[in-house]
Nanobody, 124 residues
Framework: VQLQAFGGGLVQAGGYLRLSCAASGRTFSINDMAWFRQAPGKEREFVSAITRSGSGTYYVETVKGRFFISRDNAKNTVYLQMNSLKPEDTAVYYC??????????????????WGQGTLVTVSS
């Protein structure tokens, strides 16, 4: 499975971006999909995850009410709509996918596939 993320860019505080992550290859093996981010000088952190059906969504507290995750299984794509962006949202955003049924994890070590990352920069 290969994941390709895109949609990052430079935006002013208060603005919005939508990230996309397209999966290819053995996509039937994918269960949950997630977004993580890594800010300069910091460790990678969980942002959001979504179950295979899309019925379960999870967010880190700092983005609740501003970010929204969704997926289109027909297109093998997961999205992250990011609204009301803040300078502290500046980071490289990575999409990830796992093969494990029944576990929607916030731990990066539970994910099997990773995209290359897309940079989001929010100016103040």
């Amino acid at each position: 499975v290969q994941l390709q993320a895109f949609g990052g860019g430079l935006v002013q505080a208060g603005g919005y971006l939508r990230l996309s992550c397209a999966a290819s290859g053995r996509t039937f093996s994918i269960n949950d999909m997630a977004w993580f981010r890594q800010a300069p000088g910091k460790e990678r952190e969980f942002v959001s995850a979504i179950t295979r059906s899309g019925s379960g969504t999870y967010y880190v507290e700092t983005v609740k009410g501003r970010f929204f995750i969704s997926r289109d299984n027909a297109k093998n794509t997961v999205y992250l709509q990011m609204n009301s962006l803040k300078p502290e949202d500046t980071a490289v955003y990575y999409c990830a996918a796992d093969r494990t049924i029944g576990l929607t994890s916030r731990n990066e070590h539970d994910y099997d596939y990773w995209g290359q990352g897309t940079l989001v920069t929010v100016s103040s």
